[in-house]
């Protein structure tokens, strides 16, 4: 469910037509919308209603514009952050310490060291080393820091390979079966509190079945932990769940998610910890483009689009789908491949699609474009960052600027002797 909707034939943000921002900001934008946001994010927590003890990180990459995140900070939820950026911007949007946990496979010292200053809530270990490192920091500080251990858990995910982070080949987390050994020698450590274990095999997830297989997994550890004699109270359970980009995608709802976590974890007695990022963020933005023209094609028609690979690059670097439909729909269909002015061949859309007619200076939109959209984009070709806009009911903001390649050039430098 999302509350972009077409009324009198125009499609809107909630209440405000898609045609008014495009006129207002300009193309290409995003737009994000409240309502949604909060809703996927109520309806995340709903969905866990029966798991016990709770903590909700939003995973800030998905979308860390500084209004998305005060949105999810309202709504009770930290963030599980993966660089010192993030970490900055999620207290920049109020986020609490405490409620901020930091994932990642190449913390830094000045991230570890940031992360302790800041007094947040736990580190997702990714190796024995980096644990050591993080307990020889905290410990010159006198501190202990929390701490869980992220599992390899071998699983297959299911999903795209570039997305795909619990297989045993994968650089994430330690392997399952050497866990319970890392574990004891970390636990020793003086500047950790080792208080748990944490797994994320990867995102876009269509099915519960690869999920439930992991979450077994983690139950028989945690048992093998405590049987060794150490205190486990946190489990954290990743993020990953997918969302619909296609009309006939069918992922599980986060009821069915929060039921099954519910009867899996039945008995671990912990506090379960979540980073959901694009089940929250996904649909609840879009991202309007302008047609520049149309240019006919071997098979079919390309309609070329303000819009390129720089400003929403999952379709290049994932082959993934975004729905495309005309902000102002006539009723009328064409076969058409969606492009980008980008000079690469992956500067594509979607391909020999059925879409919506549009003709020169028409608007379009991508759909669920909420999540690893504008976090992703560049400035490849000189093209302008692409800007923001967060729509609430009858208001709307402009939450991120278009950076002007005049902005960028100030930051560069011809050195004195090529002068
Ligand atoms: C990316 C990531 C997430 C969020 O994944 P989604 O598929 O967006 O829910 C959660 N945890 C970690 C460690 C991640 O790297």
Known sequence: MDHFQL????????????????????????????????RHARVFREGLKDAGKVHLAFAVKANPNLAVLRILANQGYGADVVSGGELQRALAAGMKAEDIVFSG?????????????????????????????????AASRGEKASATLRVNPDVDAGTHAK???????????????????????????????????????????????????????????????RGAGHTVTHVDLGGGLGVPYKPEDNPPSPAEYGAMVA????????????????????????????VIRIKP????DFVIVDAAMNDLMRPAIYDAWHDFEAV????????????????????????ERVVDRLETDDLGIFRTAGAYGATMAN????????PEVLVDGDRYAVVAERIEPATIMAAEHVPDWLK
Not at 196 to 205: D, E, K, N, R, T
Not at 297 to 300: D, F, I, K, R
């Open 263 to 290: 009867r899996v974890t039945r008995d671990w007695d912990v506090t379960l910890m979540f980073e959901p990022g694009r089940v929250i963020a996904g649909n609840s933005g879009v991202m309007i483009t302008r």
């Open 297 to 300: 094609g071997l098979g079919s």
């Open 163 to 225: 997305i795909s982070t619990g297989k045993k080949e994968n650089k994430f987390g330690v392997a399952i079966d050497v866990a319970p050994a890392i574990f004891a020698r970390l636990s020793q450590l003086d500047g950790l509190d080792l208080r748990g274990v944490a797994v994320h095999i990867g995102s876009q997830l269509q099915s519960l079945d690869p999920l439930e297989t992991c979450y077994a997994r983690m139950g028989e550890l945690v048992a093998q932990l």
């Open 379 to 386: 400035t490849y070709n000189s093209r302008p960052l692409v």
């Open 105 to 137: 496979v190449g913390k830094s010292r000045e991230e570890l060291t940031l992360g302790l200053d800041q007094g947040i809530g736990q580190f997702n270990l990714e190796s024995e080393e980096e644990g050591v490192m993080l307990a020889e920091i």
């Open 7 to 38: 009324k009198n034939g125009v499609l809107h943000a909630e209440d405000i037509p898609l045609s008014q921002i495009a006129e207002e900001v300009g193309t290409p934008v995003y737009v994000y919308s409240r309502a949604t946001l909060e």
């Open 328 to 351: 102002e729909p006539s009723g009328e269909t064409m076969t058409a491949s969606i492009v980008g002015p980008i000079c690469e061949s992956s500067d594509i859309f979607a391909k």
